[in-house]
């Protein structure tokens, strides 16, 4: 992570119930109450889904609050957003997600030079058995670092 990159929001869930192949930045087309809320740390991410239609990539089912000054220019919080990437990153985002049964979920949302950016991933979801084993694996690992940490 850049030092000019902030962190606001991010999917916990996703890196649980999923096993991430890869990610992207890509950026979002928000409306000003939308950006405004955002910067209050008002979003979650965790339901959050990307879906290729007609050539464009949306973002459904991330929750972005209402402004509190928003007045009656305030925005759906549930609406689905357009994401920002080129035709052939969409294309292989499509190609990818159709044919090998894949998914896009939003990871992570922060902000790079002033802009919100969102870090979207290309995953594979996880049985209960995978997820029980990385688990124990990360417990191993915390496990491992307490006993070095003792040591030392």
Do not use: C
Not at 11 to 39: C, F, M, P
Not at 76 to 102: A, C, F, M, V, Y
């Amino acid at each position: 992570m850049a030092e000019s990159e902030r962190s606001i929001a991010v999917n916990r869930k996703a890196l649980h119930d999923y096993e991430v192949l890869s990610s992207l930045e890509v950026g979002l087309a928000l409306t000003g109450t939308e950006i405004k809320s955002i910067r209050e740390g008002r979003i979650n991410l965790r339901e959050g889904y990307v879906r290729v239609e007609g050539g464009e990539a949306w973002l459904y089912n991330t929750h972005i609050a209402q402004y509190a000054q928003g007045n009656r220019f305030n925005h759906e919080p549930l609406r689905k957003r357009k994401l920002l990437l080129h035709r052939s990153e969409i294309d292989e985002l499509e190609r990818e997600t159709t044919q090998k049964g894949l998914t896009l979920v939003p990871l992570r949302m922060y902000y790079k030079r002033g802009r919100a950016k969102l870090q979207l991933a290309l995953v594979r979801g996880r049985k209960s058995y995978d997820k029980r084993e990385a688990i124990a694996e990360r417990d191993v690992q915390r496990d491992i670092a307490r006993a070095l940490r003792r040591d030392a």
